[in-house]
T-cell receptor, first 115, second 111 residues
Framework: GAVVSQHPSWVICKSGTSVKIECRSLDFQATTMFWYRQFPKQSLMLMATSNEGSKATYEQGVEKDKFLINHASLTLSTLTVTSAHPEDSSFYIC???????????FGSGTRLTVV | GQQVMQIPQYQHVQEGEDFTTYCNSSTTLSNIQWYKQRPGGHPVFLIQLVKSGEVKKQKRLTFQFGEAKKNSSLHITATQTTDVGTYFCGHYGGSQGNLIFGKGTKLSVKP
């Protein structure tokens, strides 16, 4: 089945530094990648939608200058958390729609801890 | 997109007991999807329902979509410890073509 590979799985960084998270669709082309954020014991909240070759669409309240999204190819989308702060600590997950009745395929998630 | 309400938020059962989680919308949904997220893991697609009154089964799991397409349920018969996790319903209705999730039901199973 369709696979979305997400790296890194977890990362610890210092306040003020930037962290890049990558999501690759391994056996299909993902023209659209969705980036979610999940706080402990909560549901997934859409942060932004990236489309290959165009600017990402951010949800209300999400700082686009802080969460930089790039979707340079049909198989790669990246999320960069810039100038990270402890409140950015969360679980970030990417997802792509695989079409048909296969639903959406999620990456394995990245647990970010900012210290 | 239309939000979906999911209940209960938590459910603790003894192994072997049944479990049901419900997803409700105030408006008609074109589809409903169910996902399972194990502790520390990511959501994994279980099933999609699109037809009014549709019922689908996957071993001990039974999924239903209401006649009015405003509610759905996931029922697990004779729970096992491997069923532990959070079950999310969602529907394809976001403005960006994204899934809109319910808040999830966290299932814990006592052996």
């Amino acid at each position: 089945g369709a696979v979305v590979s997400q790296h890194p799985s977890w990362v610890i960084c210092k306040s003020g530094t930037s962290v890049k998270i990558e999501c690759r669709s391994l056996d299909f082309q993902a023209t659209t990648m969705f980036w979610y954020r999940q706080f402990p014991k909560q549901s997934l909240m859409l942060m932004a939608t990236s489309n290959e070759g165009s600017k990402a669409t951010y949800e209300q309240g999400v700082e686009k200058d802080k969460f930089l999204i790039n979707h340079a190819s049909l198989t790669l989308s990246t999320l960069t958390v810039t100038s990270a702060h402890p409140e950015d600590s969360s679980f970030y997950i990417c997802s792509a729609r695989t079409g048909g009745i296969g639903g959406y395929t999620f990456g394995s998630g990245t647990r970010l801890t900012v210290v | 997109g239309q939000q979906v309400m999911q209940i209960p938020q938590y459910q603790h059962v003894q192994e072997g007991e049944d479990f049901t989680t419900y997803c409700n919308s105030s408006t008609t949904l074109s589809n409903i999807q169910w996902y399972k997220q194990r502790p520390g893991g990511h959501p994994v697609f279980l099933i999609q329902l699109v037809k009014s009154g549709e019922v689908k089964k996957q071993k001990r799991l039974t999924f239903q979509f209401g006649e009015a397409k405003k509610n759905s349920s996931l029922h697990i018969t004779a729970t096992q410890t491997t069923d532990v996790g959070t079950y999310f319903c969602g529907h394809y209705g976001g403005s960006q073509g994204n899934l809109i999730f319910g808040k999830g039901t966290k299932l814990s199973v006592k052996p």
